[in-house]
Structure formats: structure tokens, C-alpha cells
């Protein structure tokens, strides 16, 4: 097993509403010490939100997981990720690409259920359960 990954935003989400077995691999995970987040995610989580309770749950889940930040040293190499991907016409989002960006500068894989975007990313590992 990876020493840490970083979750995407759906499977937090799955994580909240408790989908299986989704949400069993998060709780391992977060138990393990292994699951990290990052600023884009959290944006991600909190945006749009209005519900106290999923509010609370985003608060008390970012009060115990190291969340990476996004930093100017990601962004020449996620600008190229971005670049590559617009060349070739597999565009995804933005905030997926700067997910990806600080994975593949830390080196981490990422925990998603949204393979079909992040594998268009060389240099991206993807955790899997």
C-alpha cells in the first residue's frame, strides 16, 4: 500500500454520503494516516455548499488530514499538463489539472473515481483499492 494518496473530490463526497466501498476506503485510510487533500479539493468541497451538516463534515475532515497547497513551484509544470492536454484535445478541468500538478510534484497518487480524466495525465499514478 501507498504511503499516502491524495483523494479527489468525488470520492470525499462518496465518503460523506457513505457509498460503498468507497467510503470504507476513505475511513481505512484516514485511520492509516495515509489520505492527504488538497487546496483545490477543499475548494471544491466547499463551493456551492449551503448544508450545516456537510459544512460541519468538511470542517472536521480538513481539521485532521494534511491538505497540499497549491504553490507558484506547481505552476509551470501544470501549466505544461494543461498545454499537453489541450494539444492533443483530451482537455479536462482546471481544477483537475491542478489537482494532478500537485500530485505529480509530491509524487502521491491520487484515490478518484474519475479515471477517465486523470489517466489522460503521464506522470499521474492512480490509486487503486
Partial sequence: MEKIVIADTDVIIDYFSGIEPLASAIEQLIIQDSLALTSITVFELYAG????????????????????????????????????????????GNQDILIAGICIAHDIPIFTRNTAHFSRIPGLRIFSF
Avoid at 475532515?61 to 501549466?79: D, R, S
Fill in 49 to 92: 455548499v449551503t448544508g450545516k451538516k456537510r459544512i460541519k463534515q468538511i470542517d472536521a475532515l480538513t481539521a485532521i488530514l494534511p491538505v497540499f497547497p497549491f504553490e507558484e513551484k506547481h505552476a509551470g509544470a501544470t501549466a505544461e499538463i494543461y498545454n499537453d492536454l489541450k494539444k492533443t484535445g483530451n482537455l479536462i
